[in-house]
């Protein structure tokens, strides 16, 4: 098997993390148990687990506004023109609109894809420290989830580290 770049192996283990935090939060709020995460390389989806005994594809993904602020919370030098487009960023548009662009673009971006699996879930991790569980929440009657996917339900994890849970966003009880 061939050795993965590092950037490379930074999103095997962003991807790894998500779907760990996810497992957790899904078992503490379901009372099911999810186990034995493993990644799937290079095939798609990310990383495969079992819920209660049965094989369960994770697709994951994670929300940071744009490029920029991506790289910006992962901590990567940035040049006086990013930071400046960064400010400008900030200055021209409302959180909760950035917000719901991001997210739309994300499902729309992973509708498109076609996986060898019967079940597959979308977990989201929010990453943008800007954005928070509430955001997420109020905007969810919003969120336009393309007609035609291939996921048998879309979860969100709340923030970075998982503290504020997930939200399910998609088939959603209370539209």
């Not at 095997?12 to 034995?36: N, P, T, W």
């Not at 989806?45 to 209660?52: F, G």
């Not at 909760?96 to 977990?123: G, T």
Request: overall charge neutral; aromatic content about 6%; charged content about 30%.
């Amino acid at each position: 098997m061939a050795k993965l770049s590092s950037s490379e192996q930074e999103k095997v283990e962003l991807e790894h993390q998500a779907a760990k935090i996810f497992m957790r939060c899904y078992e503490r709020d379901s009372g099911h148990k999810i186990r034995h995460l493993w990644h799937n390389r290079p095939s798609k989806p990310d990383v495969s687990c079992r819920l209660e005994g049965e094989r369960l594809d994770l697709e994951i993904a994670h929300l940071y506004g744009s490029e920029l602020e991506a790289k910006q919370i992962l901590g990567r030098e940035l040049n006086e023109e990013t930071c400046l487009e960064l400010r400008n960023l900030d200055s021209m548009t409302q959180p909760e609109e950035r917000l719901l662009k991001a997210l739309i673009r994300i499902l729309y971006n992973k509708s498109l894809k076609h996986y060898r699996s019967e079940r597959v879930w979308l977990v989201i991790r929010n990453a943008h420290p800007a954005w928070d569980r509430a955001q997420i929440e109020a905007l969810r009657n919003k969120i336009d989830v393309p007609p035609s996917h291939p996921f048998e339900q879309i979860w969100m994890v709340g923030d970075w580290e998982g503290e504020s849970g997930i939200i399910k966003l998609f088939p959603c009880a209370l539209r």
